[in-house]
């Protein structure tokens, strides 16, 4: 499973990028830190801002997936607050209890010093995440799934709850949008560590979410005909406004698809086809933005 822990954010040539704009925050005797983004023109006085969180992969860093997603832009001209945390030792964690433990309360303490410092909106609360990041989330939909308005996986799957750390699986339906390619080396799912291949992911959350248990598929309009893979739009519309999206990527490696660069530059390893077919960035955004939690107490 050495793949599973590889550098999504293409490290080799992002650790030559002096800039940086990493942010700390208290948790215990320990610092944590993260790198976080507001829009242009943001101001304090205007209607709040929702955030969307970004976990990059393992192993990496918040300031290398910013660079890699280009997610800055979007976060201008869609007018969100873009949020990257840090993992201990640069890997989150979905199994090993101490350390999600510690990631979760990480997050808690992060959200609050969001909602005191900036100008947020709490039902609007976003998190997508890369490969590990991904997996990492299935860790949070239990911890806190009240906070959470939507959730994208990119590159990766759900966990089986049997070997997330938690104390109880949450029944609270999220919107969910998985991205990932046939040919992604998680697409498959990992048995031994409790991944979910991308099919059951889906059937996971439709089931949750209380979705139709026929789609609506569509094809994604295959604008780049060099990339050797294409695109379909699969919807599974929920009862209770709680859809399930998937973008399947025939023929898709392990990518951010559309990323400012390709990881097969920067790794040993062939991760598959890069996939340029959609802007990442903001097909998630436009399916997250929909939604909002029960309750906005800012």
């Known amino acids: 499973m050495k793949k599973l822990f590889i550098l999504i954010s293409i490290s080799l040539f992002l650790l030559s990028c002096?800039?940086?704009?990493?942010s700390k925050i208290g948790i215990g005797s320990s610092k944590r830190t993260f790198t976080i983004h507001t829009p242009k023109g943001y101001s304090s006085k205007e209607k709040p801002y929702p955030v969307l969180f970004v976990f990059h992969g393992n192993p990496s860093k918040g300031w290398q997936m910013k660079l890699y997603t280009g997610m800055n832009k979007t976060s201008n001209n869609n007018n969100f607050i873009v949020v990257y945390p840090d993992a201990i030792d640069n890997m989150w964690s979905y199994e090993h209890c101490k350390k999600a433990k510690a990631d979760i309360q990480f997050i808690k303490n992060l959200l609050n010093e969001?909602?005191?410092?900036?100008?947020?909106?709490?039902?609007?609360?976003y998190f997508s995440g890369m490969s590990g990041g991904g997996l990492f989330l299935s860790v949070l939909q239990n911890?806190?799934?009240?906070?959470?308005?939507?959730?994208?996986?990119?590159?990766?799957?759900?966990?089986?709850?049997?070997?997330?750390?938690?104390?109880?699986?949450s029944e609270i339906p999220?919107?969910?949008?998985?991205?990932?390619?046939?040919?992604?080396?998680?697409?498959?799912g990992e048995e031994e560590w409790g991944i979910l291949s991308a099919d059951e992911t889906i059937d996971y959350w439709v089931k949750k979410n209380l979705c139709d248990s026929i789609p609506k598929i569509t094809k994604v309009p295959n604008i780049n005909?060099?990339?050797?893979?294409?695109?379909?739009?699969i919807q599974y519309f929920s009862k209770i406004n709680k859809?399930?999206?998937?973008?399947?990527?025939?023929?898709?490696?392990?990518?951010?698809?559309?990323?400012?660069?390709?990881a097969n530059f920067f790794v040993k390893f062939d991760l598959g086809e890069f996939n340029k077919d959609f802007d990442t960035n903001?097909?998630?955004?436009?399916?997250?933005?929909?939604y909002k939690t029960i309750a906005n107490k800012k």
């Open 143 to 169: 911890a806190i799934p009240e906070k959470i308005a939507a959730i994208t996986i990119v590159a990766g799957n759900t966990v089986d709850t049997k070997f997330v750390c938690k104390e109880k699986e």
């Open 114 to 125: 969001l909602n005191s410092k900036y100008n947020v909106d709490s039902s609007r609360i």
């Open 225 to 233: 005909k060099k990339d050797n893979s294409s695109v379909l739009k």
């Open 243 to 262: 859809d399930v999206l998937f973008y399947k990527i025939k023929n898709g490696g392990h990518h951010w698809p559309n990323s400012r660069f390709n």
């Open 282 to 290: 903001q097909v998630i955004w436009d399916f997250v933005s929909q």
């Open 18 to 22: 002096s800039f940086r704009s990493n």
């Open 174 to 188: 999220i919107p969910f949008f998985l991205i990932q390619g046939t040919s992604d080396f998680l697409y498959n």
